[in-house]
């Protein structure tokens, strides 16, 4: 299995519902990524998982909360979201900290 | 700071040879990959350099000048489906070796 899968693939929500997006990579990769990517924009990094433990958070607003159950899921908790907050999220995995980067096809997020 | 430079967008024709080069200043630095992303969809990674050097992989092949903080991405024989934007991203040597996306080159193959 060499891919990253992430569901759901669409997600519409309002400024006050809690929603999860989620994850999951069956290639023994011991690092995960959630990035945030609007339009004709380059990925931007949010969350780094390494060996289950977060080790970077790029200064992230705490409407978005991640969690790492275990080596092969990676879920990004929602909440109170705003309409900029739109965007397609990706989720990557690499087999090492730094190491090149599978993409999940991502999740396309509307805040209404 | 952090600072990585390509050109926005390029047009070559199909079957032609096209170079996207990529500048980068940054605090640290331990490898530079090359990611392409067709719209809509995911990146995908092409090619990685740490060292000096060309490193080629059928019809890409990618070059690095570390001293001259310079990498580009040659890409030949182009086909349509070339069409996508080509991300430059390089990895720094501290803080669990982040890496940090260029903005992308939006490149259109012509017939």
């Known amino acids: 299995d060499t891919e990253v899968t992430q569901t759901p693939k669409h997600l519409v929500m309002g400024m006050t519902n809690k929603k999860s997006l989620k994850c999951e990579q069956h290639?023994?990769?011991?690092?995960m990524y959630w990035y945030k990517q609007k339009a004709k924009k380059p990925p931007e990094l949010m969350f780094v998982?390494?060996?289950?433990?977060?080790?970077i958070n790029e200064s992230v607003p705490s409407r978005f909360s991640p969690e790492c159950p275990n080596s092969s899921l990676l879920n990004l908790h929602l909440h109170a979201l705003q309409p900029e907050d739109s965007a397609l999220y990706l989720c990557?995995?690499?087999?090492?900290?730094?190491?090149?980067?599978?993409f999940g096809p991502g999740t396309r997020l509307t805040v209404t | 700071g952090q600072n990585i430079d390509q050109p926005t967008e390029m047009t070559a024709t199909e079957g032609a040879i096209v170079q996207i080069n990529c500048t980068y200043q940054?605090?640290?630095?331990?490898?530079l990959f090359w990611y392409q992303q067709h719209a809509g969809e995911a990146p995908t990674f092409l090619s990685y350099?740490?060292?000096?050097g060309l490193e080629e992989k059928g019809r890409f092949s990618s070059f690095l000048s570390r001293s001259k903080g310079y990498s580009y991405l040659l890409l030949k024989e182009l086909q349509m489906k070339d069409s996508a934007s080509y991300l430059c991203?390089?990895?720094?040597?501290?803080?669990?070796?982040?890496?940090?996306f260029g903005a992308g080159t939006r490149l259109f193959v012509k017939a």
């Open positions: 998982y390494s060996y289950e433990k977060l080790s």
């Open positions: 350099n740490v060292l000096d």
């Open positions: 990557a995995s690499s087999q090492a900290p730094g190491n090149e980067q599978y």
């Open positions: 940054t605090s640290g630095f331990n490898g």
């Open positions: 991203a390089v990895k720094g040597n501290t803080g669990g070796f982040k890496t940090i």
């Open positions: 290639m023994g990769h011991r690092a």
